[in-house]
């Protein structure tokens, strides 16, 4: 059963990087599609960056792309997030999410498609 940890999550200037990381303490994501979402207070949980299972297909929100970069290292059963250029708009907390073991293809921001999340890490920019 995989169960998911963030970790990365800073208080960054504005301009600044942050590298997320997202491990599976148990089970593999190597067979799920995954993604990170992002919930500032008052706001609806947005998706911010998928990845296919095989990493061939990845998908981004108009808001970050060109600074964010999702990636995936299934050897290690981490996923990522490199974020670079960061506003003050970027601040919320960060989520990791894992889709069904063998299941969808290709990206999607849908939550409902990811059934494991993470606790959240908090990325502040100011």
């Known amino acids: 059963h995989v169960q998911l940890v963030e970790s990365g999550g800073d208080l960054v200037q504005p301009g600044g990087s942050l590298r997320l990381s997202c491990v599976s303490s148990?089970?593999?994501?190597?067979?799920?599609?995954m993604a990170w979402f992002r919930q500032a207070p008052g706001t609806k949980r947005e998706g911010v960056a998928a990845?296919?299972?095989?990493?061939?297909?990845?998908a981004y929100a108009d808001s970050v792309k060109g600074r964010f970069t999702i990636s995936r290292d299934n050897t290690d059963n981490t996923l990522y997030l490199n974020m670079m250029n960061l506003k003050s708009e970027d601040t919320a907390t960060y989520y990791c999410?894992?889709?069904?073991?063998?299941?969808?293809?290709?990206?999607?921001?849908?939550?409902?498609?990811?059934?494991?999340w993470g606790q959240g890490t908090q990325v502040t920019v100011s």
């Open positions: 148990e089970g593999t994501i190597s067979n799920r599609r």
């Open positions: 990845i296919s299972r095989l990493s061939s297909t990845t």
């Open positions: 999410a894992a889709g069904r073991s063998w299941s969808g293809v290709g990206t999607t921001f849908d939550p409902g498609a990811y059934p494991v």
